[in-house]
């Protein structure tokens, strides 16, 4: 009997006891499915983490954890310990191994998403990926002491288009109680998708940080502040007296470890510098106990798929000992009955695999638009790779050798059966 006989003769089997066969195929599918999706999203996570901030040699801010400046720096998750006087930051940015130096100050809000100080030298230097720059999907950098760049995300769920009228908020809350109502924004600028926080932000200029507490005391608005009119504002020299971070790229990456080591023993105030990279490689350290916690779980999924193979077999092989003892009267040899058990397990799960990955990609693909769109995730794999085939491979043959487990038990009945059935 050839292998292309059994391997036929397998298949048919399967379709004789299709209803079984097929719940056993999507249950393999469904186990497939989410442990490639949850390695998937796993991965893509992690680039999308990586990619966040890129040609950044140096981030500085006062003298925290380097996680919780990165946190709150680059991920605007979470608050300050104190600020960086801009006294520092000129002192720093003046350094001779220092190329461009970029400030940004937190602290406001706009319905929920955090406003962010900076400068124009922000567009030009920020970069995320592999060194890709900040582009406009439409409009301009900000110009005016009230226009205000929009992320990607922010444009999206608040419907905001160019010439847009905005409010910001003092505090980081959804629902704030102390708005600057009076010093309204423009929008001027949205940003394309960059997957990073950028595309939650609102940012602004420096100098439009300064004018809409002018005349504030204690995080509070006082009379005072009623005078300082946006006319008046346009007119005055607004520069910060401290600033939350800076970005800074060193002239070379070979000045980055000594840059990074006078900032944090600089003797005007305590500073962290740390070197992004290592700091997000620390962070994603922390995080990725969720991911590693998934991967468990969707390994187990795919042991129960295996579980209920080996199960729907079993259950079977008495129902089929007369089978098999026919297929032994027309001259198969035990070999022929154990290979054909083996081939139907691994055919249940090479087929399950396939659906799986079909069905997980195939909602990638149409749906990629969508996910892009909405949530900003670009770094999934849209097509199937070596991971995955090794997965289905692996899974096929680990059927294989439980199918091993009836297999044997079948050839022993056939052998003790003969013709004659005894149930």
């Not at 901030?53 to 608050?79: E, K, M």
């Not at 929009?150 to 109680?177: P, W």
Request: charge should be neutral; charged fraction near 15%.
């Amino acid at each position: 009997m050839k292998g292309s006989t059994i391997l036929t003769l397998a298949m048919r089997s399967l379709w004789a006891r299709k209803l079984t066969a097929i719940l056993t195929i999507i249950s393999i599918a469904a186990a497939i499915l989410l442990f490639v999706a949850v390695e998937n999203l796993r991965q893509g996570a992690r680039t999308s983490f990586e990619r966040t901030i890129s040609d950044t040699d140096v981030i500085v801010g006062a003298r925290s954890s380097p996680i919780n400046l990165v946190l709150y720096s680059v991920f605007q998750i979470g608050d300050p310990t104190n600020n960086v006087t801009w006294k520092t930051y000129e002192e720093v940015s003046e350094r001779s191994d220092v190329a461009w130096a970029v400030p940004i100050s937190l602290g406001d809000s706009h319905r929920g998403f955090r406003v962010v100080g900076t400068t124009p030298d922000y567009f030009e230097h920020y970069k995320y990926a592999d060194s890709q720059a900040l582009t406009f999907a439409d409009g301009l950098v900000f110009d005016d002491l009230f226009d205000v760049v929009l992320g990607a995300q922010v444009a999206r769920e608040l419907s905001y288009e160019l010439g847009a009228k905005i409010t910001l908020s003092h505090g980081l809350g959804a629902t704030s109680f102390v708005n600057h109502e009076d010093k309204p924004f423009t929008v001027t600028g949205i940003l394309k998708p960059t997957g990073t926080p950028v595309d939650r932000s609102v940012i602004v200029s420096l100098g439009a940080i300064e004018a809409i507490h002018m005349g504030w005391q204690n995080g509070t608005p006082t009379p005072m502040s009623r005078l300082a009119t946006p006319d008046k504002l346009r007119q005055m020299t607004l520069e910060p007296e401290s600033i939350t971070a800076m970005f800074v790229g060193a002239t070379s990456r070979v000045k980055t470890l000594s840059l990074q080591r006078d900032l944090n023993v600089y003797k005007a105030e305590p500073l962290q510098a740390v070197i992004p990279g290592i700091a997000l490689s620390q962070l994603w350290n922390i995080v990725s106990v969720v991911e590693r916690a998934l991967a468990i779980v969707s390994a187990f999924v795919i042991a129960v798929g295996l579980i209920g193979i080996l199960t729907s077999i079993l259950t079977t092989l008495n129902e089929r000992r007369r089978e098999m003892a026919i297929l032994r009267a027309m001259g198969a040899r035990g070999h022929h009955v154990f290979t054909l058990l083996v081939s139907e397990a691994a055919l249940l799960a090479f087929m399950g695999g396939a659906l799986g990955l079909t069905v997980l990609y195939g909602f990638l693909w149409i749906a990629r638009p969508f996910l892009e769109a909405r949530y900003n995730i670009s770094a999934l794999r849209m097509w199937p790779g070596s991971f995955d085939f090794g997965v289905v491979i692996a899974v096929t043959i680990i059927a294989a050798l439980l199918g091993a487990i009836p297999a044997f038990v079948a050839l022993k009945r056939s052998l003790a059966d003969g013709l004659t059935i005894r149930v």
